[in-house]
């Protein structure tokens, strides 16, 4: 449900000159957001390998940062004065090229040549293939380390860009994200804003029987960051914590996502198996059923 | 001088004793200070190694274009693929036991395959590290670095090349690597001597063999070629400064010219230069014999940088040694 608290000034963005319109409205947040998901399952199910989970947990944030937090231009990714966002956990990035495809970067038919052959849609992305991709990842930790070098250089160059990252909190496993953390501390990093997707799941199970990371939050913070917990369901939530971050200028800012893993599909929900395995025929037609429920939540009768 | 030296190389004269001793990372120090002043998007990031692998040069001129991220290689490679995405051309400096090596994957992904302006500089590499022991004894860098896409591997003969080595990277448009040493060693090379990345320097004419060398010990190398003519064991000297883009047509020449080409290498005879030329020679036809001199598969140890290169054969004697022995019992 979408909530009115009255609170819609914080969604208010200043227009930029610049680059694409930030859209306020949450109903229509929602729905892109709807629309991702679904054609996150799609391409999936077409592409018969990667995963979901992550993916589909993460497609409101990605909503609120292609479609509102971001200063960009999808008709120009080279454009200096953008925004950076690096993906960490690469392995999510079907959603971030529906967002793409949404926010208008290439043509929505080319989602379904993810993973395959030719594709500019790699499996893990890949920086030389497609335009709006800032960092070739896979490897997990290694996609805060790059945000922080360049947040670095717009620091030191003044640069009215920002930097965001978003990674998982599988990755936190990786030693080379405290060293990353540790440097964006030791600068005072400001203009860096990451975003962590909070599914509690990794390949063999829960993060907290794998290895455990609570107290996250609190760790963070004794690593000098400005942390904010969100749902990371709620759109609104997430941009004013993406506004809050712009307003800290003497930390990096860490935003805790606390996301459900395959939202809103029946079947993924909670479940760890769905973080690396795709949709079946059976199982893409009962995700994209559960999908159009939902829109009518929004509003909306059909698609 | 011997009249075997190549003069067209304008090495030093005469080539023994030498006069002057430094360390090659001395060479990648000062070029680097040369780079940030010729071009202010030159930056560079260090691990806690800033005044041993002598960024600190640069450190103290351009503190703006400097990052120091402490402990941390695999940082340290991140950080620097970060910043070179914004245009600008890095080059990051530790220990090569350490970087390539704790952040291989790093340097693979975040370096290579984005495809980023990201400079290594492998210090302390080789036995020469010395007392330190076979912890901090790069001995496998070359072989980690040269089997990248996207990289190119240089290995400086002295410090004058070191510089020279860290210039023409820098207008690299990917990738490198560049190899540098603890020990204070001969400069015998001018600023005369020619450089190009991928064409190796004859320093020696000769008939019988042909020794193609890296580093510090083409040095150690032209010695033992000097002791060897007068056994009757003529030498040419190779300095095959750059691994990757190997020179094949050298390879290829003195292939064919000698029928015997020794490598030597302060590194394993597994995976390194001699690795590369083994690669390329497997596929000309043709008699050539290729004979890997080095680190024979082992890990090394404490004790001074004579003491080692002595006891590992890679001094002049050593290397005229090995020359001797392999090309007498051919």
């Given at each position: ?303 | ?125 080789g036995v ?9 004894q790069a001995l496998e860098d070359i072989a980690i670095t040269r089997v ?5 591997v ?58 193609f060398?890296c ?28 691994i990757k ?17 020794v490598s030597v290498e302060e590194h394993q005879v597994n995976g390194g230069l001699g690795g590369a030329i083994a690669e390329v020679l497997s ?7 290729l004979k890997r001199h080095g680190i024979n598969d082992t890990f090394c ?11 590992y054969?890679l ?16």
């Amino acid at each position: 449900m979408v909530e009115d608290d009255g609170k819609q000034m914080l969604l208010e963005a200043a227009q930029p000159e610049v680059g694409m319109k930030k859209i306020t409205d949450l109903r229509r947040l929602y729905l892109i957001a709807n629309t991702i998901r679904k054609d996150v399952v799609r391409m999936l199910h077409e592409a018969k390998s990667g995963h979901p989970a992550g993916a589909i947990g993460l497609a409101d944030v990605f909503t609120a940062l292609y479609f509102n937090v971001l200063n960009h231009d999808p008709k120009n990714p080279a454009w200096p004065g953008r925004d950076r966002l690096v993906l960490s956990n690469g392995h999510v990035c079907p959603v971030m090229y529906a967002a793409m495809a949404e926010a208008g970067y290439f043509p929505k038919e080319e989602l379904m040549t993810l993973r395959k052959l030719g594709s500019r849609l790699q499996g893990h992305p890949h920086r030389g293939s497609l335009p709006g991709i800032e960092n070739s990842s896979g490897p997990l930790g290694q996609g805060l380390s790059i945000a922080v070098g360049m947040a670095i250089v717009a620091k030191r160059e003044r640069k009215s860009w920002r930097v965001y990252c978003v990674c998982s909190d599988g990755e936190q496993d990786e030693g080379q994200t405290w060293e990353a953390v540790l440097l964006a501390a030791k600068f005072k990093l400001g203009n860096l804003t990451v975003i962590m997707d909070r599914n509690n799941i990794q390949i063999d199970g829960f993060t907290e029987e794998v290895l455990p990371l609570e107290p996250l939050a609190e760790k963070y913070r004794a690593f000098n960051w400005h942390v904010i917990e969100v749902d990371g369901h709620n759109i609104k939530q997430i941009i004013d914590a993406c506004n809050e971050a712009k307003r800290v200028i003497d930390r990096p800012t860490m935003i805790i996502a606390h996301t459900i893993p395959g939202k809103d599909v029946s079947f993924m929900e909670f479940v760890a198996d769905w973080h690396g395995k795709p949709p079946g025929d059976k199982e893409a037609t009962t995700a994209l059923g559960d999908l159009e429920e939902e829109r009518k939540f929004y509003g909306e009768g059909g698609e | 001088m011997s009249s075997k030296i190549n003069k067209e190389m304008a090495l030093i004269d005469p080539i023994y004793p030498p006069q002057v001793k430094k360390t090659s990372r001395e060479g990648f120090g000062k070029a680097l200070v040369e780079l940030g002043m010729e071009n202010p998007n030159v930056w560079a990031v260090t691990a806690d190694v800033s005044a041993s692998t002598m960024v600190n040069w640069f450190e103290e001129k351009f503190p703006e274009r400097f990052v120091q991220v402490g402990v941390a290689e695999q940082n340290l490679a991140g950080v620097a693929a970060g910043i070179a995405s914004c245009g600008k051309i890095v080059f990051i400096s530790a220990y090569g036991v350490f970087s390539p090596g704790r952040n291989w994957d790093q340097v693979r992904v975040a370096v290579c395959y984005n495809d980023v302006p990201v400079k290594l500089h492998g210090s302390h590499c080789g036995v020469t590290v010395g007392p330190d022991g076979a912890s901090h004894q790069a001995l496998e860098d070359i072989a980690i670095t040269r089997v990248l896409p996207n990289m190119t591997v240089v290995v400086p003969a002295d410090a004058e090349e070191a510089r020279k080595a860290t210039i023409e990277v820098a207008k690299l448009k990917g990738a490198a690597y560049i190899r540098t040493c603890r020990e204070k060693t001969p400069v015998f090379t001018t600023a005369a001597t020619p450089f190009k990345i991928g064409k190796a320097n004859v320093y020696r004419f000769g008939e019988d063999v042909a020794i193609f060398a890296c580093g510090p010990v083409v040095y150690e190398s032209i010695l033992a070629a000097e002791r060897l003519e007068s056994e009757g064991i003529s030498c040419a000297v190779i300095d095959c400064h750059t691994i990757k883009p190997i020179d094949v047509e050298a390879i290829k020449y003195w292939a064919e010219k000698t029928e015997f080409i020794v490598s030597v290498e302060e590194h394993q005879v597994n995976g390194g230069l001699g690795g590369a030329i083994a690669e390329v020679l497997s596929e000309f036809k043709g008699q050539c014999v290729l004979k890997r001199h080095g680190i024979n598969d082992t890990f090394c140890e404490s004790g001074t940088a004579l003491e080692l290169l002595k006891k590992y054969g890679l001094d002049a004697d050593g290397i005229a040694r090995f020359v001797r022995e392999s090309y007498t019992t051919r």
